[in-house]
Nanobody, 126 residues
Framework: VQLVESGGGSVQAGRSLRLSCASS????????MGWVRRAPGKEREGVAA????????YYDDSVTGRFTISQDNAKNTVYLQMDSLKPEDTAMYYCALRVIGCRSGAVIANPDLVNYWGQGTQVTVS
């Protein structure tokens, strides 16, 4: 499985960015895809996740109401729409894939459950 992210960048607080993650390789319909971020000097933090079969979504409390995760199954692509960005959202954002489901959102609290990782895309909010 390969995950390729795009869409990061530098923006001012209050603005928006959209991240994309295209997956390729052996994919299954019941997998979980999402985003994990790591800010300098901090632990990894699960941000959002979506079950590819059915579209159930999960969010970390820090982004609820501001970030939206969505998918285009025909393109094997997941998106993260980030609105009302704050300086504390500054981090490297990694696309993440867990082969068998999101474990009822547990993957948000425990990124160790992720099976595959993208290379990361930087988001900087000033």
């Amino acid at each position: 499985v390969q995950l390729v992210e795009s869409g990061g960048g530098s923006v001012q607080a209050g603005r928006s960015l959209r991240l994309s993650c295209a997956s390729s390789g052996s994919v299954v319909s019941t997998m979980c895809m999402g985003w994990v971020r790591r800010a300098p000097g901090k632990e990894r933090e699960g941000v959002a996740a979506i079950v590819t079969l059915g579209g159930t979504t999960y969010y970390d409390d820090s982004v609820t109401g501001r970030f939206t995760i969505s998918q285009d199954n025909a393109k094997n692509t997941v998106y993260l729409q980030m609105d009302s960005l704050k300086p504390e959202d500054t981090a490297m954002y990694y696309c993440a894939l867990r082969v068998i489901g999101c474990r009822s959102g547990a993957v948000i609290a425990n990124p160790d459950l992720v099976n595959y990782w993208g290379q990361g895309t930087q988001v900087t909010v000033s």
